[in-house]
């Protein structure tokens, strides 16, 4: 355990979850600093090569790093990767938060930079699936890569990120550490470099690596639409190990044509970019790119751009490997979850293309409503529960197809082990398959069945029957998360009131569609409401115990901001968020409250819902002016 007498830095986020400190990145959307160099319509500067980190080695003293007291030093039981310093972020064993930050100016006239970092990570935890001490890397804003306990090896890795999408703007280079009170990690950083190359003046041959800065001309309407995904795979043994192949159709609905899309990946985040547990290859239908975004987006250059309402195919080979934890995509032992793992495109509206990194302490799943049909080949010893309506066939000698079918779903997943399973049919007709991994008792799974029933025929009267006609739950109590939901299946906890809240989200996100990285609330407040609705929970009073952290704390959010205060997301997106509908429900009247959100489920079923529309939808269902409402309980959008 490493131990130091200097004072802990007062304010550390939650356990196991990072707090980011970055200055704005110049040329996003919100965020501030000077543009990038050049004046529209100038020709591009010539590209000198340039390393534009100072003292990446650590070698001379602190400058120009801000960091923690104590964070840049020598010995102490690590080691430089060359040198003597390095930056030794964590370490201590007891809640702790460590920063490192550096201002770059990233100069014009290049076409390509590449950010390397070393880094060394050893760490005293012994747990093999849950993530309790973390350090994220970003440029700006934008969150480069998260790393944990879990990916703690002997030596120093070196680390690199594609960056060119920066250049030209001045940014921060940022890393943040936090350690929970339990065993010690440390984050050990050496021999940072950002180096640019390439002419400015050569077109790029393969797809841009970030959304464009400008969206499409005067054109909000969401494209790619209308997806539909065929996929066949099968397993080795264990279920870990899954290839085969993937096709996805889809149509141009923008009045911009279509010359390329993006698949997210995004489990890619749970591997160390490029070593990537999802890999794409053989691509037929276009030209592929590079991935980017912590290797969780691949940008795709289409054969042929698509007009308004011309529509088109790509394809290629899928291999998944699923590593080791009890996570929403990991396998627990013999048990396999495979959460987010097929890759889903991405969408462009006016806004441009939705290219948001993953997070691990929330959602940041944005798709259209999809067609998907899968074929899942594997061992027969080994169910496999998954998202839509699944047939089970022989496959070859001792194998099994099972084959699930799924209409207007916005992503898929699935499961393999040899669970035990109870089923059962709510009153409303909607089929629920209870799996459990072993050492939950069949009286728990009971206990769960009775809670989906109970829970889909709650939120189905309120809002609108359940369309998909089964839902599978999956029940391990050594989920880190508690619960996660997919289309149709989710995983949880034994626990009750988290299974009726992930069977919420099959209206709240499932259903009604949202942008669930920037909107977060409104599929994680609604899911909650809901929840206390199906539990018979009024939540009086609850308003009364809000106590804002800061003035920039909003229950609209984005995952941005939540990830930076990590600690408060849970309070305010969940509690607050649900009280603020609870209040709005005392204010318009139980029944106008209760037709509004029917109403409004209607109006979105399979679409997207925008806080501003849920925001004029509530409006028209009262003559009280809401103004000051949302003021108060600070819902913006």
Known sequence: MRKRLVSLMAGAGAAGFAVAVSLGVAGVAGATGAGPAGAPGAAPAACTPTQVVGNGGFENGTSPWTASSGVITTGGGQSAHTGSSFAWLNGYGSTHTDSLSQSLAIPAGCSAASLTVWLHIDTDETTTTTAYDKLTAKLGTSTLATYSNLNAASGYVQRTFDVSSFIGQNVSLAFSGTEDSGQQTSFVIDDVALNTSGSGTT?????????????????????????????????????????????????????????????????????????????????TGGTAGSLSVGCTALGITLASPLAQGQSGTIGFDLKIVVPSGADRFGHDGAFSFVGNALPLLAIRDGSGWHLDPYTNNGEAFYSLAADFHVTLDHPSNLLVPATGTSVDTPGTSGRTVTTATAT????????????????????????????????????????????????????????????????????????????????????????????????????????????????????????????????????????????????????????????AHSSRYSTVVYGYGKCALHDLRRLIGDSAMTTLLRSYAQAHWYGV???????????????????????THRIDG
């Not at 192949?245 to 489990?267: C, G, I, K, Q």
């Not at 059962?424 to 991994?437: C, E, F, H, L």
């Not at 889909?456 to 839902?471: I, K, S, T």
């Not at 819902?609 to 003021?631: G, M």
Request: hydrophobic residues 35%; contains cysteine.
């Open 408 to 563: 207007k779903v916005r992503d898929f997943a699935w499961a393999a082990g040899a669970f035990s399973k109870v089923s059962g049919t709510s009153s409303g007709g909607v089929k629920v398959n209870v799996y459990a991994v072993s050492g939950i008792s069949s009286a728990n799974s009971q206990a769960m069945l009775t809670a989906s029933t109970a829970a889909l025929d709650a939120h189905g009267g309120r809002f609108g029957a359940y369309p998909y006609g089964e839902v599978d739950a999956v029940l391990d109590n050594n989920f880190w998360f508690g619960g996660m939901e997919y289309p149709g299946f989710v995983l949880d906890l034994v626990d009750k009131t988290a299974l009726t809240h992930e069977l919420g989200h099959q209206w709240w996100y499932g259903i009604v569609g949202d942008d669930e990285y920037n909107s977060p609330w409104l599929d994680e407040s609604f899911a909650d409401y809901s929840t206390d609705l199906a539990l018979g929970k009024t939540g009086t009073n609850c308003w009364s115990s809000v106590s804002w952290a800061s003035s920039s704390e909003r229950i609209t959010n984005s995952m941005a901001y939540w990830d």
């Open 609 to 631: 819902s925008t806080t501003a529309e849920f925001k004029a939808a509530a409006q028209a269902a009262t003559s009280t002016d809401l103004t000051s409402f949302w003021s």
């Open 203 to 283: 077109p790029p041959t393969t797809p841009p690596t970030t959304p464009p800065t400008s969206p499409p001309p005067a054109d909000t309407t969401r494209t790619p639409a209308s997806p539909g995904y065929t996929v066949s795979l099968s397993s080795d043994a264990t279920g870990v190990t899954w290839t085969g192949h993937e096709s996805v159709t889809f149509t141009n609905a923008s009045s911009s044509a279509l010359t390329n899309v993006y698949l997210r990946l995004w489990d890619n985040y749970h591997g160390s970019c490029p070593s990537t547990p999802i890999t794409v290859t053989n691509v």
